[in-house]
């Protein structure tokens, strides 16, 4: 007769290995799909990983989820767990543009689709199936022209960048820069990286306003909310008035940045919607009904300033 010691070891052997797969609300097996995420740098990466996870857990998804801590040696491990966990799909967003070829074409090796989310990777375009976010290049010149307009065409900027080799930080730079050769009364005297984060955006915009550069601007270019409000805490420190010494536009339109607005601080946010998780899923459907999928899916982004902030303000959940 086994001991009770024994018999409870036996009963835990196989009720651990005996749970099975996780069932989808349909009784089905439910679909495994590894996510690799940047980190969560801003308040817009924590929007967006909730949107994730929130959607995954609504549609029954097994979701292996995995934070880079916006290292990109960390997202590539991450890959190659979900190749060697037999994931039905994978999805990321990748913290850099540049070297992602091997491991995609391991995961390609391997029979697994990839999904990229809001960044795209600089690789061949059928190493994925589709990229789902917006238009950076696009924000970028939204930002610029309405610039443009409120300076009457004339501005000295400063420009607080996102991560370097990023696709945000290169694009928006690259569609706002594309705007200001319309104008020559406009130019950018300043230009270092915030990193996207809060805290960075108010230490460098602190240095900049110390340096005989950072007296003569009277325009301030971010490339995400999180920066520019920490640059508002830098201006105010400084005895400046944000919005008004300092004209503030940025990206994202992240609650905060509204609130921002309605007191005066920032002048203009260009949204960049984080709620991805939907068509991350759909996407993810589609591919195992083995449905067809456009390369490209640009996500639809609003633009706020003074004019109609405090009406969205109460509708923004990020």
């Not at 945000?168 to 990193?195: C, H, W």
């Not at 999180?226 to 990206?251: F, Y």
């Amino acid at each position: 007769m086994k001991s009770p010691l024994v018999f409870c070891l036996i009963s835990a052997i196989v009720i651990g290995c005996g749970g099975g797969s996780p069932k989808s609300p349909g009784g089905k097996k439910a679909i495994v799909v590894g996510f690799s995420q940047i980190g969560a740098e801003s308040a817009w990466r924590t929007a967006n990983t909730q949107s994730i996870q929130s959607e995954a857990q609504k549609r029954g998804i097994d979701l292996k989820f995995s934070d880079a801590q916006q290292k990109q040696e960390n997202q590539i491990k991450a890959i190659r767990s979900f190749i060697a966990q037999g994931v039905d799909v994978i999805a990321f967003s990748p913290v850099v543009e540049a070297g992602w070829d091997v491991v995609l074409k391991e995961a390609k090796d391997a029979g697994i689709p990839v999904i990229v989310s809001d960044r795209r990777p600089n690789v061949p375009d059928d190493m994925y199936v589709c990229f789902i976010g917006s238009d950076f290049v696009e924000e970028g010149r939204r930002a610029a022209k309405w610039l443009a307009e409120h300076t009457g065409g004339k501005a000295v900027i400063a420009e607080l960048t996102g991560t370097p080799n990023s696709a945000p930080a290169n694009d928006r730079k690259k569609g706002f820069e594309e705007v200001l050769t319309q104008y020559p009364g406009m130019s950018i005297v300043y230009s270092q990286t915030g990193d996207f984060t809060r805290a960075k955006g108010k230490e460098v915009m602190e240095a900049l306003l110390k340096s005989p550069v950072g007296k003569r601007i009277n325009a301030l270019f971010a490339h995400n909310d999180d920066m520019a409000l920490g640059a508002i805490q830098a201006i105010e420190a400084a005895g400046l008035k944000p919005g008004k010494d300092i004209i503030i536009v940025s990206i994202d339109g992240i609650k905060d940045a509204l609130v921002a607005i309605t007191e005066g601080k920032l002048n203009c946010s260009v949204e960049c919607n984080p709620l991805l998780g939907p068509k991350v899923f759909d996407a993810v459907q589609a591919v195992m009904d083995k449905k067809p999928l456009p390369k490209r899916i640009v996500v639809e982004d609003s633009m706020f300033d003074a004019a109609n902030a405090a009406k969205e303000l109460p509708n923004r959940k990020y």
